[in-house]
């Protein structure tokens, strides 16, 4: 029988309930959702001078937006830049005490998130190794409180590291041999050096057999084949890949720039334009196509493409020393590299432009270009509209954006598909923290909290009732006992009537294992009414809230959230614990002192 959550002088004790269907009102991180007949289109915009500084200070009135020609009108703006912890944060987290955890950041945080996508489907061994050297050395001088996150695509897209600001952890990540970080050959895997090596075999094939080539068509129609079966394979794993990514990014607010890294890029996102239209591999995959761009306009994800290659020049021969055979080779290789360079210049402009984001080719310097794709993606405006047109009939709209005054470069979603599934896929769902707590994601900081971690005085008996709502939880398990504490001033606690001051939060945690899968969770919603006194008190040491939650005998990642119903505000934290039998402690010695 669950009992109702009762006051102590400090701590609110909660028995949490399964959550009932509510309506959400947002995270104060993201723009607001407009109650009208259309739907509204959200749009970032990165503006910068010809030396790819940022143009900051610009208002409202500097931008003029249109879509499909159609001048249109900002409902919403805002500029987002990396701004100063505030003054009443608690204490950041190399501060805290043993088992004490907060999602107070180190160092103020960029508004936008990156995720590096190492491509090794796409992308020969040797490029891995140069792509893979070039981050390490970026990571040895980034930026405090930028955030990244590391995913590979190989034969599957693999999640590497989770988003944190944290170097040594993004170090270690890319050097452990299990994360696969560089790959062997897939199958499936092509570039145009493959292209290269088949006109290299059948020139010697033709010059083995004299010159006699009957069959040569043969082995050309055939190899032929096999590079397009080769590419439909490549082609919807690199979609689906983009979708996944899309989805697990779609709760986190704000930008995400998608940092990818390959040699070759087999997709669009938008092929709907007639310069565009979708041919060969696209065509069989125009419906996966259309559905990933939607994602990707839904969860905000602008594109920065960076060639692994580096920089590629021909070498300097004589000509005019070759024989017939000779040139032949090499007019043919020459003409296979340029094609296959233009081929993927262009489909690294298209990813850049349609998507938000830019691209970076014919350099050697990828931690250079990497620094500069975070920088370029730290600093936007976020503009949004409700279109004149709000028929969403499934075609394609196209954005455009200008400043009234200046000349300046910018860069953003060129537009969308006007599809009912897209206004869908945005709207917010009845559970505020679902989203939001998948392992990996960066902490929510619109709510400032600590949490201890601890093993519970009394450990369970195997008879004893699960703490936590997994009932399909199975094997050994060890009692923890969760406390969260919210500085006062992070909720909304309106004055009522009364003289009491009354608040309503929920509180999330979700066990889970390195792969994500749930282990076990327990979340709920507060009502807080606190009197006069009980206020005074939490005003200087916070609100306090003890949970109680079997996890398995493991590693596990604890997700925690606390959302506040009133003022929209989201806080999550991601926290690592290592179960193991220990010596069991009580609250009141593992109790925070207060401050």
């Excluded at 069989?284 to 306009?297: F, N, V």
């Excluded at 860069?411 to 897209?422: E, F, I, P, Q, V």
Aim: with cysteine; net charge negative.
């Amino acid at each position: 029988m669950r009992t109702a959550a009762h006051l102590s002088p400090i701590f609110l004790i909660f028995c949490l309930a399964p959550l009932p269907a509510q309506t959400t009102t947002g995270s104060q991180a993201q723009p607001p959702v407009f109650k009208t007949t259309a739907h509204a289109v959200v749009v970032d915009v990165v503006v910068t001078k010809g030396n790819e500084e940022p143009v900051p200070a610009l208002t409202k009135q500097d931008f003029e937006l249109k879509e499909d020609g159609k001048p249109q009108t900002i409902d919403f703006f805002e500029e987002h830049t990396t701004a100063p912890l505030p003054q009443n944060a608690p204490a950041a987290q190399l501060a805290t005490p043993p088992n004490v955890y907060t999602n107070v950041p180190p160092a103020p945080e960029s508004p936008a998130v990156n995720v590096l996508l190492l491509d090794t489907l796409n992308t020969p061994a040797s490029d891995q190794r140069f792509v893979h050297n070039q981050i390490l050395e970026f990571l040895k001088h980034i930026h405090p409180g930028t955030r990244v996150a590391i995913f590979t695509l190989g034969s599957r897209l693999r999640f590497v590291q989770g988003f944190t600001a944290d170097t040594t952890t993004l170090l270690a990540a890319l050097n452990d041999k299990k994360t696969e970080v560089t790959a062997a050959k897939d199958p499936a895997s092509r570039t145009h050096r493959d292209d290269e090596a088949d006109a290299d075999n059948i020139q010697t094939m033709i010059k083995m057999a004299g010159g006699y080539t009957p069959g040569i068509g043969a082995v050309e129609d055939s190899m032929r084949d096999f590079s397009d079966i080769q590419l439909s394979e490549r082609t919807e794993m690199t979609l689906d890949a983009l979708s996944f990514l899309a989805r697990y990014l779609s709760g986190v607010p704000g930008r995400k720039n998608l940092i990818w890294f390959s040699s070759s890029f087999p997709v669009t996102i938008f092929p709907v334009e007639s310069r565009r239209l979708p041919t060969g591999s696209l065509q069989q995959h125009s419906s996966q196509i259309r559905e990933t761009a939607d994602l990707l306009t839904s969860a905000k994800i602008a594109v920065y493409p960076i060639n692994a290659t580096g920089l590629t020049s021909q070498q300097g021969l004589d000509i005019e020393e070759m024989g017939p055979a000779n040139k032949s080779v090499l007019n043919s290789s020459v003409a296979t590299d340029s094609s296959g360079s233009a081929n993927t210049m262009n489909a690294m402009q298209t990813l850049a432009t349609d998507t938000g984001g830019k691209p970076f080719y014919n350099t050697n310097d990828l931690a250079g270009a990497l620094n500069r794709a975070i920088n370029d993606g730290s600093h936007y405006y976020t503009v949004a509209y409700s279109p004149t047109n709000n028929q969403m009939d499934g075609r394609y709209r196209h954005i455009g954006v200008k400043l009234t005054k200046g000349n300046y470069k910018l860069a953003y979603r060129r537009g969308y598909n006007a599809d009912d599934k897209l206004a869908s896929a945005s709207a917010s769902g009845t559970d505020p923290l679902g989203q939001l707590l998948k392992h990996g994601l960066p902490s929510a900081t619109g709510i400032l909290y600590k949490v201890l971690v601890v093993p519970a005085t009394i450990q369970p008996t195997p008879k004893d009732t699960l703490a936590g709502m997994n009932s399909k939880f199975d094997g050994a398990r060890t009692r923890y006992f969760v406390q969260f504490t919210i500085p006062a001033s992070e909720v909304a606690l309106s004055l009522a009537p009364n003289s009491m001051h009354v608040g309503k939060f929920q509180l999330a945690l979700l066990a889970v294992n390195r792969e994500g899968n749930p282990l076990n969770w327990i979340d709920g919603t507060q009502n807080v009414n606190l009197n006069p006194d009980v206020y005074a008190l939490v005003q200087k040491s916070g609100i306090s809230a003890r949970i109680q939650i079997d996890l398995p005998d493991t590693d596990v990642f604890l997700e925690s959230g606390v959302y506040d119903w009133v003022s929209g505000k989201v806080g999550t934290l991601e926290i690592p614990v290592h179960v193991a039998p220990a010596t069991p402690v009580t609250a009141s010695q593992a109790a925070p002192k207060t401050e």
